[in-house]
């Protein structure tokens, strides 16, 4: 039993760490990488709890770097408070115990992501769009990001599809990200599936996640990120879809 539950942190530390390394080197992928990896092993609910931390820290951090925090939160309010709503009404997915349409839910959020990024071109969303626009993907990603805990479906492709600068992209993300982890923890909590050991495990896995990101910004002069983003979306493109064939098979 104990060398079970030694294994089992190790599992988890060594999965943030590498989450941590991918963030480090691309600006993103921590919660879809430590949901992809810890999803293999765990239920997505305690996947999930795991994340709330390690997630919350690194994308504050994200968020409140850039120069013009105050502008993308006067934009994106209105996608930021859809994402609220639709989180908090979608975790019911993740607290309901059914582990086998859970893991199958991530596993194609995984699919989804990959190959949106991998395969599809780079679209732009028109001006006049966007009022009505913003808060309808904040609220289907409120609802993803509620039944599987990943935050990047179809958030990240419409934030990229804006036509942002650098900066603000890479705080928009934060935000948006920012935001989904709250939105988590509030609607596990308020169905009471939040336990209080869950968040310092939580709290835990933040060292792992932070080792992770500082050897991935080192290593980010030395691999080439467009290549490395390729294969890291290549194996999620595979574990996703063992996620999601695996309540079948």
Known sequence: MVENQIVLLSAVAATFIVAGFVKGVTGMGLPTVAMGALGALISPLTAAGLLIVPSFVTNVWQLLAGPRTG????RLWPMMLAILVGTIAGSSLLT??????TTAALG????AYACHTLFARQLRVPAHMEPWLSPTVGLVTGVVTGGTGVFVIPAVPYLQALGLEKDDLIQS???SFTVSTIALAAGLALRGAYEQGNLWLSALALVPALIGMWI???AR?????????????????ILGTEMLLR???
């Open 96 to 101: 309901e115990g059914n582990t086998a349409v």
């Open 173 to 175: 993300l934060g935000l």
């Open 108 to 111: 194609a959020a995984l699919v």
């Open 216 to 218: 991935g910004q080192l």
């Open 247 to 249: 309540p079948i098979l």
């Open 221 to 237: 002069n030395r691999i080439s990120p467009p290549a490395f983003r390729r294969w890291f979306l290549v194996a999620l493109l």
């Open 71 to 74: 502008a993308v939160l006067k």
